[in-house]
């Protein structure tokens, strides 16, 4: 075998062997940080309605759990 033959079959060995672990970069998930609401007041029904709430009070995200309006940010 000549060299540019064995250069070869060992490129054609790491693609193959790089394409079998994925290939792909994992992004780290920011956690969230939970608090109840305090502005919402009655039964939580709408996670839409919970999630206004939550924006006014500084949160990026709320839902309900249960009866109760949970808010929702980054940590």
């Known amino acids: 075998?000549?060299?540019s033959v064995?250069?070869?079959?060992?490129?054609?060995?790491?693609?193959?062997a790089t394409e079998e672990q994925?290939?792909?970069?994992?992004v780290a998930l920011a956690r969230d940080c939970k608090s109840d609401s305090h502005k919402f007041h009655g039964a939580c029904f709408s996670d839409t309605?919970?999630?206004n709430v939550?924006?006014?009070e500084g949160f990026t995200r709320g839902k309900c759990d249960g009866i109760h309006c949970h808010?929702?940010?980054d940590c």
């Open 6 to 16: 064995k250069v070869f079959v060992v490129l054609l060995l790491l693609l193959v």
């Open 22 to 26: 994925g290939g792909s970069v994992q």
């Open 49 to 51: 309605n919970c999630a």
């Open 1 to 3: 075998m000549g060299l």
């Open 71 to 73: 808010c929702i940010k």
């Open 54 to 56: 939550c924006q006014t």
